[in-house]
């Protein structure tokens, strides 16, 4: 029985101090997961202008990405939510198709928009958003004017709440209160951003607020609907002529590309006779020793015969004009040159001398 009890008495120390030894490896633990798991929050790479674009994006085609954009465009989603917004798929449009004037046109709209919506971001202290937007004002415009003064604002914001944090000593359950604060208040910007681009866009032609407050509520809704449908319209509108603008762009750049690579032509330099013969002199104005001229226009065609033959002026004694003019013309006729490529209209003078 004695040796039952100081057994008893001398395991339970033992069994204690187990214990407290798992406990405190437990909590070890659990401190190591969370360091573990802010350490891997503070290094999640930022996104540059080369990431900022989803790979779901990048892996569409030109026509998916045009319907996305412009559905994207229509809805409002101009530069958020990350891997479903207008900026994006109209970058990977212009990644894969870089003279396509519709989405370069479409970013130089986009760009003023999502510099405010930075802005907002470092305000709010919403970095992570502040600099994926920022990513994709770099790859729209990596010269823009904005661009170095948001990066700059960045970086001392979030290094002075960083500051700040340490300072607070801020718990994990107050932090985590804090980031869902500003998830809140950025989706709360992104709403009045949307709504103030729509009144912006309605501010013809509507109904004022004020008698809209006023209005029966089935009225009120009708016109909200019959508001929603135009803006449908028009963005749809928008877009088409963005695309319109665009075909018309590339026929003109296929144009002067062709242009530019075919050879420069000028009539005199390309024209070469292969039978010129001269005129017959009139027999009367022979006789009487008059000399004159004839200036004859007349079009050399592809195949080198010509045609379109008329005579410009006359030089020479009045009553011999017609003679020579006559006379010029018929030897014109029968001249042939060397065939071109395309017809030339060109003028000769043809010389009655003794």
């Given at each position: 029985?004695?040796?039952?009890?100081?057994?008893?008495?001398?395991?339970?120390?033992?069994?204690?101090?187990?214990?407290?030894?798992?406990?405190?490896?437990?909590?070890?633990?659990?401190?190591?997961?969370?360091?573990?798991?802010?350490?891997?929050?503070?290094?999640?790479?930022?996104?540059?202008?080369?990431?900022?674009?989803?790979?779901?994006?990048?892996?569409?085609?030109?026509?998916?990405?045009?319907?996305?954009?412009?559905?994207?465009?229509?809805?409002?989603?101009?530069?958020?939510?990350?891997?479903?917004?207008?900026?994006?798929?109209?970058?990977?449009?212009r990644d894969k198709q870089p003279a396509d004037a519709g989405a370069s046109s479409a970013l130089?709209?986009?760009?003023?928009?999502?510099?405010?919506?930075?802005?907002?971001?470092?305000?709010?202290?919403?970095?992570?958003?502040?600099?994926?937007?920022?990513?994709?004002?770099?790859?729209a415009d990596a010269q823009h004017p904005a661009l170095s003064r948001l990066k700059s604002a960045i970086a001392s914001s979030e290094t002075a709440a960083i500051k700040r944090v340490e300072d607070q000593k801020l718990t994990a359950e107050e932090e985590a209160k804090r980031q869902e604060e500003i998830v809140k208040k950025?989706?709360?910007?992104?709403?009045?951003?949307?709504?103030?681009?729509?009144?912006?866009?309605?501010?013809?032609?509507?109904?004022?607020?004020?008698?809209?407050?006023?209005?029966?509520?089935?009225?009120?809704?009708?016109?909200?609907?019959?508001?929603?449908e135009r803006q449908r319209v028009a963005a749809a509108e928008a877009e088409r002529q963005r695309q319109a603008a665009a075909a018309a762009e590339q026929q003109r750049q296929q144009q002067a590309a062709a242009q530019a690579a075919a050879p420069a032509r000028t009539a005199s330099s390309e024209l070469r006779p292969i039978s010129n013969p001269g005129p017959r002199y009139p027999q009367t104005a022979q006789r009487a020793g008059a000399a004159g001229?004839?200036?004859?226009?007349?079009?050399?065609?592809?195949?080198?015969?010509?045609g379109n033959v008329r005579a410009v002026s006359s030089d020479g004694p009045r009553q011999y004009q017609r003679e020579f003019e006559r006379e010029a013309l018929a030897a014109v006729k029968r001249w042939r040159f060397q065939p071109v490529a395309e017809a030339t209209t060109t003028r000769r003078t043809i010389a009655f001398q003794q």
């Amino acid at each position: 029985m004695f040796a039952k009890k100081t057994l008893r008495h001398g395991l339970a120390p033992a069994a204690l101090a187990v214990a407290m030894a798992c406990a405190l490896g437990a909590c070890k633990k659990d401190e190591a997961t969370a360091d573990a798991g802010t350490t891997a929050t503070q290094q999640a790479p930022a996104p540059t202008p080369e990431s900022v674009v989803s790979a779901t994006i990048t892996a569409m085609n030109p026509d998916q990405l045009r319907t996305e954009a412009s559905k994207a465009y229509g809805e409002n989603r101009l530069y958020a939510p990350a891997g479903n917004n207008a900026m994006e798929y109209y970058l990977a449009l212009r990644d894969k198709q870089p003279a396509d004037a519709g989405a370069s046109s479409a970013l130089t709209d986009l760009l003023p928009m999502t510099v405010i919506a930075t802005e907002q971001g470092i305000t709010r202290e919403d970095f992570a958003e502040a600099k994926r937007l920022a990513a994709l004002i770099e790859k729209a415009d990596a010269q823009h004017p904005a661009l170095s003064r948001l990066k700059s604002a960045i970086a001392s914001s979030e290094t002075a709440a960083i500051k700040r944090v340490e300072d607070q000593k801020l718990t994990a359950e107050e932090e985590a209160k804090r980031q869902e604060e500003i998830v809140k208040k950025r989706e709360e910007d992104q709403r009045k951003q949307q709504e103030l681009q729509r009144q912006q866009a309605a501010a013809a032609g509507q109904v004022p607020p004020a008698a809209a407050a006023t209005q029966p509520a089935p009225a009120a809704a009708a016109a909200a609907a019959a508001e929603a449908e135009r803006q449908r319209v028009a963005a749809a509108e928008a877009e088409r002529q963005r695309q319109a603008a665009a075909a018309a762009e590339q026929q003109r750049q296929q144009q002067a590309a062709a242009q530019a690579a075919a050879p420069a032509r000028t009539a005199s330099s390309e024209l070469r006779p292969i039978s010129n013969p001269g005129p017959r002199y009139p027999q009367t104005a022979q006789r009487a020793g008059a000399a004159g001229s004839v200036q004859v226009e007349f079009t050399v065609n592809t195949d080198g015969s010509v045609g379109n033959v008329r005579a410009v002026s006359s030089d020479g004694p009045r009553q011999y004009q017609r003679e020579f003019e006559r006379e010029a013309l018929a030897a014109v006729k029968r001249w042939r040159f060397q065939p071109v490529a395309e017809a030339t209209t060109t003028r000769r003078t043809i010389a009655f001398q003794q």
